[in-house]
């Protein structure tokens, strides 16, 4: 089974521009997350998508960052503009849908730096 | 809100020792998941163990067991027999049923030394 594909691997831009990451899931997970992981922090949830509607956007900077899921498979996640603040690793994971407590799995991530 | 706390930041063992892991949380939830997930430098969290919390049973997977004390909310993670490989930062997790939100703790850096 392929894992969670997720890129570029690394990207490096100046405050004030934009960028994009984009995340494949699992074949057949129908729930994809982004998550946020600051240096020396656990990782925090900044959207959550079922197929291609947004469950959970609540702590998504929704002024700079966007997400879509057309088709309910890949997804993109945009930040436009870049502050110092978002350097980060932005993870994607998925999961098959329902209640049970279905475990996540999780892409290699993206290491964001901002100049 | 549901809080987790993971109280070591790093722990240091020799190989082959066992080491555990703390992690607390706070709920008032009564049914839920725990999780322990490990992150490589490679940077991909990887899962290591799920325990649902109404199964009295502690889950094992291999050389990682879990501690799980529902009253005490409180989930250990212990590592028997440990490998170089198993240097990586540690992540508890809490998943409230009928939920998918993962809540995550501050994480454990352990370093396996040979």
């Known amino acids: 089974e392929a894992g969670v594909a997720q890129s570029p691997r690394y990207k490096i831009i100046e405050k004030r521009q934009s960028v994009a990451f984009w995340c494949n899931p699992i074949?057949?997970?129908?729930?994809l997350y982004w998550y946020q992981q600051i240096l020396g922090q656990g990782p925090k949830l900044l959207i959550q998508?079922?197929?291609?509607?947004?469950?959970?956007d609540s702590q998504l900077p929704k002024d700079r960052f966007s997400a879509e899921r057309l088709k309910g498979v890949d997804s993109t996640l945009k930040i436009q503009p870049a502050k110092l603040e978002d350097s980060a690793v932005y993870l994607c994971?998925?999961?098959?849908?329902?209640?049970?407590?279905?475990?996540?799995?999780f892409g290699d991530g993206t290491r964001l730096s901002i100049l | 809100a549901q809080t987790v706390t993971q109280s070591q930041p790093e722990m240091s063992v020799q190989e082959a020792e066992t080491v555990t892991l703390s992690c607390t949380y706070d709920?008032?939830?009564?049914?839920?998941?725990l999780f322990w997930y490990k992150q490589p430098p490679s940077r991909q969290m990887i899962l290591v163990i799920r325990?649902?919390?109404?199964?009295?049973q502690n889950a094992t997977e291999n050389r990682f067991s879990v501690n799980f004390q529902k009253a005490a909310k409180s989930f250990s993670l212990k590592i028997s027999d440990s490998q170089l490989g198993d240097t990586a930062m540690y992540f508890c997790?809490?998943?409230?049923?009928?939920?998918?939100?993962?809540?995550f703790g501050q994480g454990t850096r352990l370093t396996i030394n040979p």
């Open positions: 994971a998925s999961s098959l849908a329902g209640q049970g407590g279905q475990p996540q799995h």
């Open positions: 325990q649902e919390a109404y199964k009295q």
């Open positions: 997790a809490f998943l409230k049923q009928g939920a998918q939100k993962l809540v």
């Open positions: 998508f079922q197929n291609n509607g947004v469950v959970d």
């Open positions: 709920t008032s939830e009564s049914n839920y998941y």
């Open positions: 074949s057949g997970h129908a729930t």
